[in-house]
């Protein structure tokens, strides 16, 4: 099957459906053995989520009226980013294209005339693109205005940041070796890579590598994992005997570093409301050969799965809009609408005060998300702390992100990182 179109049909279950890009390549690949085309199929649908307001922008300026056909402007954009952005020959990508309508012999020729109209204009297209914001910054207008309103300063690094294919980072469990030994066991295998000097457990790759060439990855001496969300399990600074909770803990990269940083822990209970997700949770600890206590549960509803002591450690890595996380989600600039920040805002909201009774006095609650949104982040944390009299913010100091009137912010691309927000509170005595 000509791999254009498989791009193209999982990039209409994205557009048109609504569907995750994750879950849309995981059904594509179904069918395909081939790892060139699955690698060729992923580049394409990544490439259109990142770049797809560009593309659409120059797609309507292609055409006298929009085309209704979900599946053929689907085709129409893996054109257009083939002939802008990829290392594939014009003749080819056009060519192989247009055979991917061969069953509509009107899409053939439309496909035909508009990509090779793109070639003929590409300099006046593409320069009326810079020219419109939406296009030239590749990101929905409200997302823009939000980045702007929220950081003036910062808004166009952080867009453009979000257009770029993120690095791969790995966390090192130091539990089996160093993060220096490890990273001469990458060299050795001629995979570069740097650390991080503010996060022990990091190292990041100079280019992606599939796992199975990372030395020891079957035997848990490494997780794939960015930095940003390895800064999680160092703020809990968890002791021998705890008890540890860790709520929304799918798919477990933190919950797994917690287990890894404190061999001598009393529990750790990780609580998802899918059962789907919390059995990625339980595939990670098995390569990893550790064991917490995988519970499916509603963390605004605790009294259905609390069994009533309390914990001296809670991590609470919130549902978010996930904004800070595009580079490696570019579907989320299709899928996200700007009604969405405000219901996560109050599902975050119900969440933390539903758990906060959990945590003993003396205990330290971290609050996490992967979003660059004041309103989901430093702004919750204000609420939260002005409607409870028991808590008490923790200050983190450190050599990462931005210091907020609650909290530190990380911006996407600081130090190769995602888009992240922590704050550290404590239960008064």
């Not at 419109?132 to 952080?158: C, F, G, N, T």
Request: proline fraction near 5%.
């Amino acid at each position: 099957m000509n791999t254009r179109l498989i791009a193209a049909r999982a990039l209409t279950r994205v557009l048109q459906d609504g569907q995750s890009l994750t879950a849309a390549l995981d059904n594509a690949f179904l069918t395909i053995e081939s790892s060139k085309d699955r690698a060729f199929i992923q580049a394409l649908c990544y490439g259109v989520c990142r770049q797809f307001h560009r593309l659409d922008f120059i797609l309507s300026q292609l055409l006298d009226k929009p085309l209704k056909d979900a599946e053929v402007k689907a085709l129409a954009l893996v054109g257009l980013y083939q002939l802008n952005f990829m290392r594939v020959k014009p003749h080819a990508a056009v060519s192989e294209t247009v055979l991917a309508a061969r069953k509509k012999p009107w899409a053939k020729a439309l496909l035909n005339a508009l990509l090779r109209t793109y070639l003929r204009e590409q300099e006046g297209l593409e320069q009326k693109a810079d020219h419109y914001k939406v296009a030239a910054l590749s990101h929905p207008d409200w997302l823009i205005k939000q980045m702007e309103q929220d950081w003036p300063e910062r808004a166009l690094d952080i867009l453009l940041e979000n257009n770029q294919q993120p690095p791969m980072a790995l966390r090192v469990n130091l539990a089996k070796i160093s993060s220096d030994d490890y990273l001469q066991q990458l060299i050795g295998q001629g995979i570069m890579a740097k650390s991080v000097n503010f996060c022990p457990s990091a190292l990041v790759l100079d280019k992606p590598v599939p796992v199975e060439l990372l030395p020891h990855f079957a035997e848990g001496w490494v997780s794939v994992q960015d930095t940003a969300a390895q800064l999680a399990a160092g703020l809990l600074e968890v002791q021998p005997g705890q008890r540890v909770l860790d709520v929304c803990a799918a798919p477990g990269g933190k919950t797994a570093h917690i287990l890894e940083s404190q061999a001598q822990l009393k529990e750790v209970i990780a609580v998802d409301i899918d059962a789907s997700r919390l059995q990625r949770v339980s595939e990670n600890l098995q390569r990893l050969k550790l064991q917490a206590k995988l519970v499916v549960g509603d963390a605004t509803q605790p009294k259905d799965w609390w069994d009533g002591q309390l914990f001296e450690r809670i991590l609470l890595d919130a549902p978010c809009s996930a904004l800070g996380v595009i580079r490696r989600h570019p579907d989320i600039k299709l899928l996200r609408r700007a009604d969405d920040i405000g219901q996560l805002q109050a599902l975050q909201k119900a969440i933390l005060h539903a758990v906060w009774p959990l945590l003993a006095p003396g205990g330290i609650m971290v609050y996490a998300t992967c979003s660059i949104l004041k309103q989901e982040n430093e702004q919750q944390i204000e609420a939260f702390l002005a409607g409870h009299d028991d808590a008490v913010e923790v200050p983190i100091e450190a050599e990462w992100g931005a210091a907020r009137s609650c909290g530190r912010q990380i911006f996407t691309g600081e130090s190769a990182m995602d888009g992240f927000y922590y704050a550290r509170l404590s239960k008064k005595p």
